[in-house]
């Protein structure tokens, strides 16, 4: 007689979970979240709090005097604000920074990059730590150095130029030499940025290229830059939210926002309002105007590098 | 259509010799493909004849042009890599066309190229997808058609069945053998995979810590590998080789060691007391009663592959596999008998480790 072959049937699985006690289950899908608890209550103290409080400062007149009292005053900060004309020259020269960084930041960085792959074994090492090297000078004492390289009379930038620019106290130079000294700053930074981006990608595909027919600025062009792109989109939202703040300490010691504001950028601003005017409120107005505007800006530009960026793989 | 000739080539990392005097002449149209276990030099050797590594010593040749110092743009070879290596940032359409645009041809051509690349390996539906979204197989197929695009003088394939599955790998090698014959290119294929090696190739080169070892044809490199390491890495399982004496009785050889008494033909009177070694494909063995046989052993283990069976059996020091239809009717631990033919045993130098062959005048070892 025939008889068809039993299908074949696993024995039964004895669920090992089942038989404990419900409770470590629903401890065990807490650690988690225990983990991040205390990251969590550090930004919570030092981040979200003080965001609160600013939004809370922004519609009240305060002096920053303990003993005084805070009086409501409602929206008039922000009315005050945008009548004033230093927030919209403030805003200007917050442009102006930004562009004036971007060479230091995107283009010097790229091509230092490029020309760095060519370079290899300890001389890389070497070059690596030359370019890197401004961004371990604290910058205040690098402020220091270029107030005595600026010097109008003895300084050695007039010497080498041949010029006599009183560098930071005319409008434009002060300008300039705060774009470039900031700029000579982050340069290693951003330097070292590009470098891991360009690690990142493989030979392979330079490789490919080469073999397709491609010579070197077609490489470049169509396939390293592209690929780099995430990372440019990367630096170019540092260099717009941080710029400000990246210039602060040299505006601080330099030039005092001066002469004439013409070194008075957002960031350097609502400082003054809050620390030099001692209108708390004014401050706190143009610090939630200016989180508001970056907020947005640096949602668009991680649209963009969402967008941009290659999954290699 | 071109011929590419090596000689010399020699290439060196710091104290490793990656290639070392390899030197091949691929003819017009050839399909060789470059066979070795890994870290043999197989990329190293093909990524020279791409240009991508510069060679520390000798010479290519293209048909006769010397490309040594030639950059790989100007060589007219197409490589497929191990990792595809496709654009991850381009469209299959665009990865296709690439080396046309590079080469700066007009937008209609590339256009008509690709289209007629994509139709012939079945990439139609592809075409606007990116890398990412693509299987492994499509991949290796898109890779495959960035090479077909230009009509190279020949393709450089660097073990591009390897992130295939087994299925998926037999197709494909059917499909690059077909596409060998149709086009007529020179193909140069590395593969540590010895079925890829005797399936598609016209000519086989074995390649060991960066030496040749031997070139041919697959059934010449099967039939009488030119080394001991050829003979062990060409053949599943592989042959079996046992150190013995020869011994000339009545103008016959005989092969003696613990175990062994087997005749190997006839000999002269100078092969008479010499070291060699045996071997003996498994599908060259033949069981016999033990107490009379050549071949004398123990059976330590028996595989089952399904349409048959091997044994491995221990022949004095020596391990010696036998392969035959199932059930071979032997068991682990059985005392087992084995005999061949003559014709089917293989001699090498025990110190060269090169194959032994028959010549008018007294035997020698085998210059290559
Ligand atoms: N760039 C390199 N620097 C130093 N050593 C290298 C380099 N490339 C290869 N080698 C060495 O050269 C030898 C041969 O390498 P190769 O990549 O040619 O092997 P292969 O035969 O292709 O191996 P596989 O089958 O694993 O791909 C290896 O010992 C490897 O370590
Ligand atoms: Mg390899």
């Known amino acids: 007689m025939l008889a068809t072959l039993a299908p074949h049937e696993a024995p039964p699985i004895v669920d090992a979970t089942a038989v404990r006690s419900p409770r470590p289950r629903r401890v065990g899908a807490l650690v988690p979240y225990l983990y991040l608890l205390p990251g969590l209550a550090l930004l919570a103290v030092w981040v979200y709090r003080p965001l609160t409080q600013t939004f809370q400062i922004s519609f009240v007149s305060w002096n920053l005097l303990p003993t005084s009292p805070a009086r409501p005053v409602g929206l008039a900060n922000y009315e005050r604000l945008f009548t004033l004309p230093d ?36 001389a890389a090492t070497v070059y690596q730590g030359l ?42 130079p002060a300008q300039l030499a705060i774009i470039v ?23 392979d595909y330079a490789e490919a290229a080469a073999l397709d027919g491609a010579t070197r600025g077609q490489i470049t062009r169509w396939i390293t ?20 703040q990246w210039s602060f300490p040299l505006i601080d010691t330099l030039t005092h926002g001066g002469p004439a504001g013409a070194t008075t950028n957002v960031y350097y601003l609502l400082w003054d309002y809050g620390f030099h005017s001692f209108d708390a409120g004014l401050g706190a107005a143009a610090g939630v105007i200016f989180f508001l505007g970056f907020g947005v800006i640096a949602g668009g530009l991680v649209w963009l590098s969402e967008k941009v960026s290659i999954h290699d793989n | 259509m071109s011929r590419i000739q090596i000689e010399g080539l020699t290439r060196r990392f710091g104290q490793v010799t990656a290639v070392d005097h390899v030197g091949i002449d691929i003819p017009d149209g050839d399909f060789l493909v470059l066979l070795g276990p890994s870290g043999c030099g197989k990329s190293t050797l093909l990524r020279m004849i791409a240009g991508l590594t510069p060679p520390s010593d000798g010479r290519i040749l293209l048909d006769g042009r010397d490309i040594t110092h030639i950059p790989p743009r100007d060589r007219d070879l197409a490589m497929v890599f191990q990792s595809y290596a496709l654009y991850p940032h381009l469209t299959v359409a665009r990865n296709i066309g690439f080396p046309l645009r590079a080469r700066r041809r007009p937008r209609t051509e590339i256009d008509s190229r690709v289209e007629t690349v994509t139709r012939v390996l079945g990439l139609g539906e592809l075409l606007t997808r990116r890398p990412r979204e693509l299987s492994g197989g499509q991949r290796q197929r898109v890779a495959l058609a960035r090479a077909l695009v230009r009509d190279p003088g020949a393709f450089l394939l660097d073990e591009p069945l390897s992130n295939l599955d087994a299925t998926l790998r037999t197709a494909t090698r059917a499909e690059l053998t077909e596409l060998h014959r149709r086009l ?20 086989i080169a074995v390649l060991n810590r960066g030496r040749l070892e031997q070139v041919g044809t697959p059934s010449e490199v099967y039939d009488a590998p030119a080394t001991t390491f050829v003979a062990g890495f060409i053949g599943s399982p592989a042959m079996g080789l046992l150190s013995a004496r020869l011994d000339l009785v009545d103008g016959g050889l005989y092969a003696r060691a613990e175990g062994v008494d087997l005749p190997v033909g006839p000999g002269d009177p100078e092969d008479g007391a010499r070291q060699v070694l045996v071997g003996v494909r498994a599908e060259h063995l033949a069981l016999v009663a033990p107490s009379t046989a050549p071949l004398r052993g123990v059976v330590r283990l028996v595989e089952n592959l399904g349409s048959e069976e091997v044994a491995h059996c221990l022949v004095g020091e020596a391990r010696l596999t036998v392969r035959g239809p199932r059930p071979l009717g032997l068991a682990a631990g059985d005392s087992v008998g084995l005999t061949t033919d003559p014709e089917h045993v293989h001699l090498f130098d025990p110190g060269s480790g090169r194959r032994l062959v028959r010549t008018p005048t007294p035997v020698t070892a085998v210059q290559s």
Not at chain 1, 91 to 115: E, H, K, N, S
Not at chain 1, 138 to 156: E, F
Not at chain 1, 181 to 201: D, K, P
């Open chain 2, 184 to 203: 007529g290119s020179t193909f140069v294929h590395v593969t540590h995979d010895q079925v890829e090696a005797m399936t598609m190739a016209t000519r």
């Open chain 1, 131 to 172: 370019v890197f090297a401004p961004l371990l000078v604290a910058p205040v004492a690098g402020a220091a150095v270029w107030q005595w390289l600026l010097d109008p009379r003895s300084g050695a930038v007039n010497q080498i130029l041949g010029t006599t620019v009183n560098w930071l106290q005319e409008p434009g």
């Open chain 1, 225 to 244: 830059l592209p690929m780099l792109s995430p990372t440019l989109v990367f630096l170019l939202l540092m260099t717009v939210l941080l710029a400000a």
């Open chain 1, 181 to 203: 000294i900031t700029g000579w700053h982050v340069l290693g930074f951003a330097v070292l940025v590009v470098a891991a981006g360009l690690a990142g990608i493989t030979d």
């Open chain 1, 87 to 122: 927030f919209g020259s403030a805003l200007g020269r917050t442009a102006v920074l930004i562009l004036g960084l971007l060479p230091f930041t995107i283009v010097v960085p790229v091509v230092v990059g490029l020309l760095a792959r060519r370079v290899r074994g300890r």
